[in-house]
């Protein structure tokens, strides 16, 4: 049984910085491409930043292009989530997730993938 567990979420003042970190345990999956999505209230579930399973791919939502670095360490089995600049629309619920393959076309699609974590919350004052 693979566990995704988030931490590192907070309240921060717009233009401040927040690494998020996604710890796994129960199964290696340095080889699975994993990704972070987050859902404010009210909204439907986003996707925010993909990265393949070993870490040379990534991929981000224009959103957060440029403000957040999605990175991991295979060793740690650890997924982390650099977050800079943010603004007051980046609250939200973070969650991470892996899927079962290297990489998918269709990393930017929640359907993709197969594990999820509970979530961190991140808020942004203004």
């Known amino acids: 049984q693979v566990q995704l567990v988030e931490s590192g979420g907070g309240l921060v003042q717009a233009g401040g910085s927040l690494r998020l970190s996604c710890a796994a345990s129960g199964r290696t999956l340095s080889v699975y491409a994993m990704g972070w999505f987050r859902q404010a209230p009210g909204k439907e579930r986003e996707f925010v930043a993909a990265i393949s399973g070993s870490g040379s791919t990534t991929l981000y939502a224009d959103t957060v292009q440029g403000r957040f670095t999605i990175s991991r360490d295979n060793a740690q089995n650890t997924l982390y989530l650099q977050m800079s600049s943010l603004k007051p629309e980046d609250t939200a619920v973070y969650h991470c997730?892996?899927?079962?393959?290297?990489?998918?076309?269709?990393?930017?699609?929640?359907?993709?993938?197969?594990?999820w974590g509970q979530g961190t919350q991140v808020t942004v004052s203004s």
């Open positions: 997730a892996s899927t079962k393959t290297p990489w998918s076309v269709r990393a930017r699609d929640p359907k993709s993938y197969n594990y």
